[in-house]
């Protein structure tokens, strides 16, 4: 009982401190991205991109550790889906990984940009034009699209197993393709990043998973649920 409750609050932590990460990094990288002369600011605020970079990292190594720390619960109620987890989380982090590399790629060319007396931006621009394009992909592939599909079944196996109340799951089940649609609509450029659309659209899953945070720490899993499968 005791080990079931700690785990509860470990993945309640992981949940907090992976959203705490993303909003933090999205402060911090968001003005540099967005600024015309994003060339020229890299070189200039390469310490916050470093830090935006390694927040947004932080996030994603969470993720996949609160999968991992969470497996032997979710194992007793369904195996498949407890590994599967673990290998959507572990997908889910390779676009991070992808976005951070190009996010700090733009760092050395922007050094580069500045430290030439007449740059040439036929060169510099397409280059620079290319990692902010991977950037913006890979960020719309990992923590919306592949987030999104990993939720689902994860949703569904603490409703089938009552871990946690069911309107939790419900709400998640509900949250997960909205937060889905928010990554598609981006991809296809039906939406601008900036959308108040889209930022309605994945807010519920946001905020669901600190209100689930917030239970785990508090109440924990379903003692009576988790024991039950524990005697079987």
Sequence with gaps: MKTTKNTAKLVGILFIIATVAAIISVGILAPILTD??????????????????????????????????????????????AVGYIVARIIEAVPFIIANISLLSLVSLSQEYVGVSA???????????????????????GPRVFASLAAVPFYYLLYQSKLLPRWISVCGLIGAPLYLASGLLGMFGLLEPTSPILILLFLPAALLEMVMAVWLIVKGFNPTMDNTHSAE
């Design 119 to 141: 740059p040439d931006t036929s060169y510099f621009m397409p280059v620079g034009s290319g990692l902010l394009a991977a950037y913006d992909w890979n960020q719309l592939l």
């Design 36 to 81: 015309p002369d994003y060339l020229t600011n890299f070189s200039v605020n390469a310490n916050r991109v470093v830090t935006g970079a390694l927040l947004d990292l932080l996030g994603a190594g969470a993720f996949v550790a609160l999968a991992v720390v969470i497996y032997p619960i979710l194992k007793k109620h369904n195996e498949t889906i």
